[in-house]
């Protein structure tokens, strides 16, 4: 997530291609690429400025990560969706998010918390605004439930499973944009629980809210009628 974000101090400029690749993962993740679109490399080139050559691996590394489909000799177009995709992916990160949830609430400190704390803050404020009626900051919105989550798990101990997580998270948040898919009270009430188990070190409840919560947000999205069944 958050792949325009700015390197760190110490960490260097990302190169012309990194940029694209990231400016390319973000427009499919947050559905400015939509689904089945067909990704021209000349359209890609003066759209991200990036070479055709350069163009071509980035678009072979997004298919690796099932976001892209290479097509044969007809090129590359951004992955299509369906329902029982989306069921396999929630799936995935609830298997994924609540080892780690366990594993987190055990090892985390107060830093940890204090991280949740902020990350649940911002979170919250939004969704506020959200159920007032402001729709101007979705994709802000779904960043910071991005970051409310990560939080939750970033005391796991483990790199990989955060990684792994990180991008099941991305194809899910995926259908969350493309149906644009906001659950109100509901789901701002589910991540105040979230918020308090952790505090509270109560795994056994974070994980009973998180189903809730995935499997609420996958019907929800469906039930919008913007995903093919």
Same mark, same amino acid.
């Given at each position: 997530?958050?792949?325009?974000?700015?390197?760190?101090?110490?960490?260097?400029?990302?190169?012309?291609?990194?940029?694209?690749?990231?400016?390319?993962?973000?427009?499919?993740?947050?559905?400015?690429?939509?689904?089945? !679109?067909?990704?021209?490399?000349? +359209?890609?080139?003066?759209?991200?400025?990036?070479?055709?050559?350069?163009?071509?691996?980035?678009?072979?590394?997004?298919?690796?990560?099932?976001?892209?489909?290479?097509?044969? !000799? $007809?090129?590359?177009?951004? /992955?299509?969706?369906?329902?029982?995709?989306?069921?396999?992916?929630?799936?995935?990160?609830?298997?994924?998010?609540?080892?780690?949830?366990?594993?987190?609430?055990?090892?985390?400190?107060?830093?940890?918390?204090?991280?949740?704390?902020?990350?649940?803050?911002?979170?919250?404020?939004?969704? +506020?605004?959200?159920?007032? &009626?402001?729709?101007?900051?979705?994709?802000?919105?779904? +960043?910071?439930?991005?970051?409310?989550?990560?939080?939750?798990?970033?005391?796991? &101990?483990?790199?990989?499973?955060?990684?792994?997580?990180?991008?099941?998270?991305?194809?899910?948040?995926?259908?969350?944009?493309?149906?644009?898919?906001?659950?109100?009270?509901?789901?701002?009430?589910?991540? $105040?629980?979230?918020?308090?188990?952790?505090?509270?070190?109560?795994?056994?409840?974070?994980?009973?809210?998180?189903?809730?919560?995935?499997? &609420?947000?996958?019907?929800? /999205?469906?039930?919008?009628?913007?995903? /093919?069944?």
């Amino acid at each position: 997530m958050n792949p325009e974000a700015a390197p760190l101090a110490n960490e260097p400029a990302p190169t012309i291609g990194e940029n694209a690749y990231r400016r390319i993962r973000s427009d499919i993740v947050f559905g400015r690429l939509a689904p089945g !679109q067909k990704l021209k490399l000349e +359209r890609l080139r003066d759209a991200y400025g990036a070479s055709i050559s350069t163009l071509r691996e980035i678009l072979n590394r997004l298919s690796s990560e099932s976001l892209v489909m290479a097509e044969g !000799q $007809r090129g590359f177009e951004v /992955a299509p969706v369906s329902a029982e995709n989306l069921r396999e992916i929630a799936a995935l990160r609830l298997l994924l998010e609540g080892h780690a949830l366990e594993q987190s609430f055990a090892a985390g400190d107060m830093d940890w918390e204090g991280r949740v704390v902020a990350a649940h803050h911002k979170l919250a404020t939004l969704e +506020r605004r959200m159920r007032a &009626g402001d729709f101007s900051e979705t994709e802000l919105w779904k +960043r910071y439930d991005w970051e409310f989550h990560q939080a939750l798990i970033s005391a796991c &101990g483990s790199v990989v499973l955060m990684e792994t997580h990180a991008g099941v998270f991305d194809k899910y948040l995926r259908y969350q944009m493309i149906a644009l898919s906001f659950r109100g009270d509901i789901a701002a009430e589910e991540h $105040r629980i979230m918020h308090d188990a952790a505090l509270e070190r109560d795994a056994a409840k974070a994980r009973e809210v998180l189903v809730r919560h995935v499997e &609420g947000g996958v019907e929800h /999205a469906l039930a919008t009628g913007t995903i /093919a069944s």
